[in-house]
């Protein structure tokens, strides 16, 4: 069965220094894997995903992440915080053909001034 | 932009009592989903609905919750008597092919049951 580990429940950084959001997969098939952001009383907003194209994926707000099969790593990352990015992320995988998505546990991340 | 929206936000009922928690879709999307999270846990796949039936459930999704379509814009889910566990985020999502496409969440119920 598919499964994500994000391997920090939380992550502080100052603004304007880079963010790292580890995450680790495991998947039967070949996998699609997302990072999705939850802001406080917010629903969950897609920020990137990857499914089999290039392995470095761009998303919103200046984050990306990169597929490394060799490694089953997904892990996300910004080179410059900002105040704004303070939110929980999540990474997710969804085997290819199958319709639900399997959360990790989320990380928050915490940008102080 | 077009976005899903639940109602109501917030919902208390007590323990025994069922419920109806509403969804509306984004309007061309054709695959929908509810999950939901336990305060402190993971986010949980409940159910997936598509062309008017269940294409694929959870344990977590027994005899007590169903899902409905009732007409061209609505997505609801009924859980019919609701137990202390139940009580949790629940997050309503819809996407256009779905598979591998994005699933565009809405912003959850808070569903509490004393």
């Known amino acids: 069965a598919q499964s994500v580990t994000q391997l920090d429940s939380h992550v502080s950084v100052s603004e304007g220094t880079p963010v790292l959001l580890r995450c680790n997969y495991s998947?039967?098939?070949?996998?699609?894997l997302f990072w999705y952001v939850q802001h406080p009383n917010k629903g969950l907003q897609l920020l990137l995903k990857y499914t089999s194209a290039a392995t470095l994926v761009k998303g919103i707000n200046g984050f990306e992440a990169e597929f490394k099969k060799s490694e089953t790593s997904f892990h996300l990352t910004k080179p410059s915080a900002h105040m704004s990015d303070a939110a929980e992320y999540f990474c997710?995988?969804?085997?290819?053909?199958?319709?639900?998505?399997?959360f990790g546990t989320g990380t928050r991340l915490l940008v102080s001034p | 932009e077009p976005e899903v929206t639940q109602t109501p936000s917030h919902q208390v009922t007590q323990m025994g009592q069922e419920v109806i928690l509403r969804c509306v879709p984004i309007?061309?999307?054709?695959?929908f989903y509810w999950y939901r999270q336990i305060l402190g846990q993971k986010v949980e796949f409940l159910v997936s609905f598509y062309n008017n039936e269940i294409s694929e459930k959870s344990e977590i999704f027994d005899d007590q919750f169903s899902v409905e379509r009732p007409d061209g814009s609505n997505f609801t889910l009924k859980i019919r008597s609701t137990k202390l566990e139940d009580s949790a985020m629940y997050f309503c999502?819809?996407?256009?092919?779905?598979?591998?496409?994005?699933?565009?969440f809405g912003p959850g119920t808070r569903l509490t049951v004393t």
């Open positions: 999502a819809s996407s256009n092919t779905g598979g591998i496409d994005e699933q565009y």
């Open positions: 997710v995988v969804s085997d290819t053909g199958f319709q639900k998505l399997v």
């Open positions: 998947s039967s098939y070949s996998p699609s």
């Open positions: 309007s061309n999307h054709l695959y």
